[in-house]
């Protein structure tokens, strides 16, 4: 296991996370190395903790000058393009033409370290353009790119995914224990209404401004002081005219319910692919329900005040569209439902458990549900919808399903530490580390071409 070499991306507090991971993955033996897109305080936080310089990327250092031949390569290891990436990126594709050095960058500079280096898993997430890029350089180098993501349900526990979509969940046990179905699969609590101005908002504003005063914010996955201004207010203003409180809680007759996707977000911004523009989407679905049959659109609580409040204007004017209140129970608006339709949305997996069919628009690990039907393009919702709401529920294949997921998941919390303190907790690194030994000691075992499986000696 002494061989072995693993690498972390790290972007805002999720860096943290991983460090806490990393430090006990060093104590058993696992050589670790970081890929950084350049804020140097995130960096100082890695060197503070005991992490060498040489074991750490910095992207900030990359040479981004436009390099048409770094692009061809990066597209010719990536199932995405590089303009793909761009357009996922909330940040990056606000850069122009400059967005295109930038990833030839990343990606040059990150297949040369994961070789040079010796590396063969680098563990991420799958948000920003750059990790995109840094995927396709572990494709060019020889090494794993892997994804620890929540598995949504059952509640609390995580997988490991393979490249930057979640259809491909690494499966390195088996089970033919089928469990039992939950009674309630899970329920969502009621958002409290965003301030406009709190001490966390203050606190965020000056951390930011100080950055920038000492010139260490040149991280292309942070966003600056005067935008984190400008999309506080806008945040207000939305919430204040978007009309939430005049909106429906309970619902009756026949519909189809669609929860919307926050926006950005890399469930709809990487997963949905060629979904990303939501009205355009509630339009082509409206288009295609049979007649009596409503559609219900949900804002997301994560969400509030982060969609200009003109959006719910347009829908509203749309024909058989009802604007359900995001403090509704989105539980009782599943059950309720003829179908469920999602770009890539938990709700479709949760409408398995209440036996109501679903559509979605990505490949997911739970697509394979007899329930969930998947849409390739916006001539076929009419009959993924038909096929939705025809349905008939298999209570011994979702067990059987839940089954496979629970023996191929991990108790624990793997997101940012900023938005879960737990995840730092001695006893959640202690755990989470241990299914991330899991992990390694499957991929080294095996006659993948890794290069600790494919070496004898260093």
């Known amino acids: 296991m002494t061989s072995f070499r693993v690498a972390f991306t790290g972007s805002h507090s999720r860096s943290v996370t991983f460090a806490h991971i990393a430090q006990n993955l060093v104590k058993q033996g696992v050589g670790v190395y970081f890929i950084m897109p350049g804020a140097k305080h995130r960096i100082k936080y890695l060197t503070d903790m005991g992490f060498d310089c040489s074991h750490i990327l910095d992207i900030a250092d990359a040479d981004k000058s436009y390099d048409q031949e770094a692009l061809a390569l990066l597209e010719a290891h990536s199932r995405v393009t590089a303009s793909y ?5 909330r940040l990056l594709c606000k850069r122009g033409e400059a967005a295109y050095g930038y990833l030839g960058g990343v990606f040059k500079s990150a297949s040369k370290f994961i070789a040079d280096n010796e590396i063969d898993i680098v563990f991420s997430e799958a948000t920003w353009a750059y990790e995109l890029a840094v995927c396709a350089a572990c494709s060019s180098a020889g090494a794993e790119f892997i994804v620890p993501h929540s598995v949504r349900i059952p509640n609390g526990r995580f997988g490991f995914f393979s490249g930057i979509f979640q259809d491909r969940l690494i499966r390195m046990n088996r089970s033919e224990q089928v469990l039992p179905l939950p009674a309630k699969f899970r ?3 009621a958002p409290a209404q965003p301030e406009l101005i709190s001490k966390r908002h203050f606190k965020s504003f000056f951390i930011h401004l100080s950055r920038l005063i000492c010139g260490t914010a040149k991280d292309e996955t942070e966003q600056n002081v005067f935008g984190l201004v400008r999309e506080r207010i806008a945040c207000d203003l939305n919430m204040r005219l978007s009309g939430f409180s005049r909106m429906q809680r309970v619902l009756s007759g026949d519909y189809v319910y669609m929860p919307l996707h926050v926006s950005p977000e890399a469930s709809l911004d990487v997963l949905g692919g060629f979904c990303q523009n939501q009205l355009e989407l509630v339009r082509n679905v409206v288009k295609s329900l ?32 009802v604007c359900v209140s995001p403090y509704a129970d989105g539980a009782e608006l599943i059950a309720g439902a003829r179908a469920v339709i999602s770009v890539s949305g938990s709700a479709a ?16 690990f739970f697509s394979v549900l007899p329930t969930v039907f998947r849409c390739t393009g916006a001539e076929s919702i009419g009959s993924a919808l038909e096929h939705a709401m025809n349905a008939k ?16 998941s991990y108790e624990g919390c793997v997101d940012s530490a900023e ?19 899991d992990v390694i000691g499957y991929y080294s075992s095996s006659e993948r071409p890794l290069y600790a499986a494919s070496m004898s000696s260093r």
Do not use: C, W
């Open 349 to 364: 997996y949760e409408a398995a458990f209440a036996g109501v069919g679903s559509v979605v628009f990505s490949d997911m």
């Open 393 to 408: 529920p298999d209570r011994h294949a979702l067990a059987e399903f839940l089954a496979d997921i629970t023996a191929n």
């Open 85 to 89: 990436m761009i357009m996922s990126d």
């Open 419 to 437: 938005i879960y303190p737990q995840a730092i907790e001695k006893e959640n690194a202690r755990r989470v580390s241990q299914a991330f030994m």
């Open 290 to 321: 049979p007649h009596g049959v409503s559609l219900a659109v949900r804002e997301h609580p994560a969400g509030l005040g982060k969609r200009r409040y003109g959006f719910f204007r347009e829908i509203g004017k749309l024909p058989n569209v």
């Open 187 to 189: 329920a969502e609590h």
